[in-house]
Antibody, heavy 122, light 107 residues
Framework: QVQLVQSGAEVKKPGSSVKVACKTSGGTFSNNVISWVRQAPGQGLEWMGGSAPIVGSAKYAQKFQGRVTITADASTSTAYMDLSSLRSEDTAVYYC???????????????WGQGTLVTVSS | DIQMTQSPSSVSASVGDRVTITCRASQGISSWLAWYQQKPGKAPKLLIYAASSLQSGVPSRFSGSGFGTDFTLTISSLQPEDFATYYCQQGYSFPYTFGQGTKLEIK
């Protein structure tokens, strides 16, 4: 059974960076795209970007381009999402999610991490 | 970006009712659409993918249909555990986008 376990909650100052980890187990890490999706308090879901370990590429939503870096370490089956220049509007729960396949298209997420709350506050 | 618009934004229904939620894409996405269920404080759960394929382990009272720009999620007979928020998501092109959500509440 596939499991995605994320790192713990973070409290950050505006202007700083946060790095969230997502360790996967129960599957072959490189066989699936890993996406990152965030959810602000009381709001909907927003796709930020993802990584395709098998081809070593990452894709980002334009909104986050330049501020987010998504990486993957196949040796530890762990994906990372690094978000910089944090502002209060980045306060949200950040989820990692496993895509159906190693391909970018089509993309559906069949397994999700438990979520990591990132709070940005001075 | 492809905009995904769900309707209604919220709906009240009773146990045993049949409920339909609609999702419209701003451009054609073939059948590359998924539906998720989310309960408070929990991660989303995949229900339907490729517009009409039921994810393993999901009860058969959930069904999906549609192609191109118009899609529906139907719950044939509501159970108490189905009261949650539902999201559609297009997996057709970057950035993958979600609908704004439909909250299903108990009447």
């Amino acid at each position: 059974q596939v499991q995605l376990v994320q790192s713990g909650a973070e409290v950050k100052k505006p202007g700083s960076s946060v790095k969230v980890a997502c360790k996967t187990s129960g599957g072959t890490f490189s066989n699936n795209v890993i996406s990152w999706v965030r959810q602000a308090p009381g709001q909907g879901l927003e796709w930020m970007g993802g990584s395709a370990p098998i081809v070593g590429s990452a894709k980002y939503a334009q909104k986050f381009q330049g501020r987010v870096t998504i990486t993957a370490d196949a040796s530890t089956s762990t994906a990372y999402m690094d978000l910089s220049s944090l502002r209060s509007e980045d306060t949200a729960v950040y989820y990692c999610a496993r895509g159906f396949s190693s391909s970018w298209y089509p993309h559906y997420c069949d397994s999700w991490g438990q979520g990591t709350l990132v709070t940005v506050s001075s | 970006d492809i905009q995904m618009t769900q309707s209604p934004s919220s709906v009240s229904a009773s146990v045993g009712d049949r409920v339909t939620i609609t999702c419209r894409a701003s451009q054609g996405i073939s059948s590359w659409l998924a539906w998720y269920q989310q309960k408070p404080g929990k991660a989303p759960k995949l229900l339907i993918y490729a517009a009409s394929s039921l994810q393993s382990g999901v009860p058969s009272r959930f069904s999906g249909s549609g192609f191109g720009t118009d899609f529906t999620l139907t719950i044939s007979s509501l159970q108490p555990e189905d009261f949650a928020t539902y999201y559609c998501q297009q997996g057709y092109s970057f950035p993958y986008t979600f609908g704004q959500g439909t909250k299903l509440e108990i009447k």
